[in-house]
Structure formats: structure tokens, C-alpha cells
């Protein structure tokens, strides 16, 4: 018997899609790795970074140690919940690169080549999850 709130079945995804989620998983995990390194090596050692002058969002490099180290916890942990398949991951997953990608715009005086990279990693990571099918609610 049939009724009107039936829910349709679970169609898999496809082979795009969780291909993409695994990629921006691994990302995640990889890119939570580095930005926990280069958080604790900003915090460890200051004088490791260039130090700008005039520089308008002028935060301590220690200060931005910590930001890093944070985002870096965060992406990992987000990053092996996209194994799971999880929708919060998902989304989390997104909110995540988009805050990593503008700490690290704001990190390029400091440490422009890599800040740049993991920037272009970012959206990399929020193409790969926002293409159809990947996040499934």
C-alpha cells in the first residue's frame, strides 16, 4: 500500500560524487596536518615568519599560530568525518575551507607562496563537495 509520504529510495551516488568526497576528504585531513604545523611552528617560533610593517590586519604571528593550529584541529577532524559520509560533515567541510582560505588570505604577507596554495586547496576542497550528489541530506 502505497500512501503519499512514502520516501523514495536512496538512489547511490555516483562514482563523481564519491570520488569527490573522498578528494576533499583527504584534503581535509591532509590540509588540517600542515595547518596544525604551521600553527604550532608560528607559536613556537616567531621569528620563523617575515614580519610585515603597516600591514592592516597586524595580529601577532603567535596570534595567527593559533588561529592556524585551531582551523588545522577542525579540518582534520571534519575531514575524517567526510569518510563517513555524514551530512554535518559536509557542510562543516565547506565552512571550514572557506574559513581556511580567508585566514590565509590574511596570512599571505607572512607566508605568501604556501598561504596561496592552501587557498587554491580550499576552494578545490568546496568545488569537490558541492557537485551533484556528494552531500547527501
Avoid: C
Avoid at 37 to 62: E, M, P, R, W
Avoid at 67 to 96: D, P, R
Avoid at 105 to 131: K, N
Amino acid at each position: 500500500m502505497s500512501t503519499q509520504y512514502d520516501i523514495p529510495p536512496q538512489e547511490e551516488p555516483s562514482a563523481w560524487a564519491s570520488g569527490g568526497l573522498v578528494f576533499a576528504g583527504t584534503l581535509l585531513v591532509l590540509g588540517g596536518i600542515f595547518q596544525a604545523i604551521d600553527g604550532i611552528v608560528a607559536i613556537a617560533n616567531d621569528d620563523f615568519f617575515v614580519k610585515t610593517q603597516h600591514y592592516t590586519f597586524n595580529l601577532d604571528v603567535t596570534a595567527w599560530g593559533w588561529i592556524h593550529l585551531i582551523l588545522g584541529i577542525l579540518m582534520f577532524a571534519i575531514g575524517l568525518g567526510l569518510f563517513s559520509q555524514a551530512a554535518w560533515a559536509g557542510v562543516g567541510a565547506i565552512a571550514i575551507a572557506m574559513l581556511s582560505a580567508i585566514a590565509n588570505f590574511f596570512f599571505i604577507p607572512h607566508y605568501p607562496i604556501w598561504s596561496l596554495v592552501i587557498i587554491g586547496l580550499d576552494i578545490w576542497v568546496i568545488w569537490a563537495l558541492t557537485r551533484p550528489g556528494v552531500i547527501r541530506t
